[in-house]
């Protein structure tokens, strides 16, 4: 069973928007975890990492983990159409990535 | 900081060939990653050394794959023979032994076996 999984989409938002990207984990002593964003054609960058209960906020991103139903979202406000690209999550060990969710923000 | 380095950043081969891709990690990061990255398959580990010494090669798909660091500053992935199957594009990345520090990805190498 793969660490994180991420089966949603492609996901489209209209600029201005809030962009919600959504991972699962299957092991449930999972503490931490991290977003990675990755433009067409480049590498994956870290964005954001989270290692408790609850909400994370660095500007615009919101990393949210929910240990009781063992998810972790990434939140965007006010997406941009720069926010364009694929997120990858993955867990406290970053050997096993998800396969990703492509976001398109429409101007 | 210059990054993380790869070189070639396009490989083009003929099925059968022998390729090596190299890698420069971060100076001071001592963990460092071979990713490979299919559409199908998605970012896949391959193989991660700690201090130059290999720790899981568990995801390395055949024997015709293999890698090394024979010092803290460059690693190098083979492939020998190679396949078309093999056609990917293939990352290394380096870090901090320890959390909560995430990965520094090189550019990538995109490989076409033909």
């Known amino acids: 069973q793969k660490e994180v999984e991420q089966n949603s989409g492609p996901l489209s938002v209209p600029e201005g928007a809030i962009a919600s990207l959504n991972c699962t984990y299957s092991?449930?002593?999972?503490?931490?975890f991290f977003w990675y964003r990755q433009y067409s054609g480049k590498s994956p960058e870290l964005i954001m990492f989270?290692?408790?209960?609850g909400d994370k906020e660095d500007g615009r991103f919101t990393a949210q983990l929910n240990k009781a139903s063992q998810y972790v979202s990434l939140l965007i406000r006010d997406s941009q159409p720069s926010d364009s690209a694929t997120y990858l999550c993955?867990?406290?060990?970053?050997?096993?990535f998800g396969t990703g969710t492509s976001l398109t923000v429409i101007p | 900081d210059a990054g993380v380095i790869q070189s070639p950043r396009h490989e083009v081969t003929e099925m059968g060939q022998e390729v090596t891709l190299r890698c420069k990690p971060i100076?001071?990061?001592?963990?460092l990653f071979w990713y490979r990255q299919t559409m199908m398959r998605g970012l896949e580990l391959l193989i991660y050394?700690?201090?130059?010494?290999?720790?899981?090669d568990s995801g390395m798909p055949e024997d015709r794959f293999s890698a090394k660091m024979p010092n803290a500053s460059f690693s190098t992935l083979k492939i020998q023979p190679s396949e078309p199957r093999d056609s990917a594009v293939y990352f290394c990345?380096?870090?901090?032994?320890?959390?909560?520090?995430?990965?520094?990805f090189g550019s990538g190498t995109r490989l076409t076996v033909v």
């Open positions: 990345a380096s870090s901090l032994p320890s959390h909560p520090y995430g990965y520094t």
């Open positions: 100076s001071g990061h001592n963990s």
């Open positions: 050394f700690n201090n130059n010494v290999p720790i899981d």
């Open positions: 993955a867990g406290r060990s970053q050997f096993y």
């Open positions: 092991d449930r002593g999972s503490q931490s």
């Open positions: 989270i290692y408790s209960n």
